[in-house]
């Protein structure tokens, strides 16, 4: 299948920094990439669409001020977490669905496990 | 968006067929169901995927009821390293939206 890469696999970082993470199609191009958040022992929690040229569209509950999206290219979108708090501590997680249908099937990143201390 | 339903935990024997059951009775006729899979830690991986007819590829089988309304995922020879929890999703109609439930966790057994 097609190879999604996330960097960095893993960050810690302090209190009210920001954090960036990176979401990578490696083999093919993405019009459409999607950032989840997980926590431990719950299932993925879909935070936000994101559309390669424009906004992304964020789930309802999910702030846009605080989880920038930002898809520059066809390859490549990137979620920063401003003004870290240990609540967003989290496994955060892109997917990326190719150009070729509409039923095609989306790839996932191996996730970054963020912790805020 | 259609919900899913599926058991929270099974077990299965290496080496036997897991059958992992999900219900979607609100689905519409135009909604996909997708299976990914999750190893602790990790992305999710992608299973398969269909619409109506039963679908097969070098991972598993996917067998949809004629009504759609449910569907089972099929992993012929079970192995330790399928020990994950499996999701069963329906995609939202026009989006590219995977709205994830709470899975089954299947844990494989020597």
């Known amino acids: 299948g097609a190879v999604v890469s996330q960097h960095p696999s893993w960050v810690i970082c302090k209190s009210g920094t920001s954090v960036k993470i990176e979401c990578r199609s490696l083999?093919?191009?993405?019009?459409?990439m999607f950032w989840y958040r997980q926590f431990p022992k719950q299932s993925l929690m879909l935070m936000a669409t994101?559309?390669?040229?424009?906004?992304?569209?964020?789930e309802q509950g999910v702030e846009k001020d605080k989880f920038l999206i930002n898809h520059a290219s066809l390859t490549l979108s990137t979620l920063t977490v401003t003004s870290a708090h240990p609540e967003d501590s989290s496994f955060y997680i892109c997917?990326?669905?190719?150009?070729?249908?509409?039923?095609?099937?989306?790839?996932f990143g191996q996730g970054t496990r963020l912790t805020v201390v | 968006d259609a919900k899913t339903t599926q058991p929270t935990s099974m077990d299965c024997a290496e080496g036997r067929a897991a059958n992992l059951p999900c219900n979607h009775s609100?689905?519409?006729?135009?909604?996909?169901v997708y299976w990914y899979r999750q190893i602790h830690s990790q992305g999710p991986q992608y299973i398969i995927h269909?619409?109506?007819n039963n679908e097969t590829n070098e991972m598993a089988s996917l067998i949809i009821t004629e009504d759609r309304k449910s569907s089972t995922l099929i992993l012929p020879h079970a192995t330790l390293r399928d020990t994950a929890v499996y999701y069963c999703?329906?995609?939202?109609?026009?989006?590219?939206?995977?709205?994830f439930g709470t899975g089954t966790r299947l844990q494989v057994f020597p």
């Open positions: 083999d093919f191009q993405a019009t459409t």
């Open positions: 609100t689905i519409s006729g135009n909604e996909y």
């Open positions: 269909g619409l109506k």
């Open positions: 999703i329906v995609r939202v109609y026009n989006t590219d939206k995977l709205i």
């Open positions: 994101s559309n390669e040229g424009s906004k992304a569209t964020y």
């Open positions: 997917s990326a669905r190719g150009t070729k249908g509409v039923n095609t099937e989306a790839f």
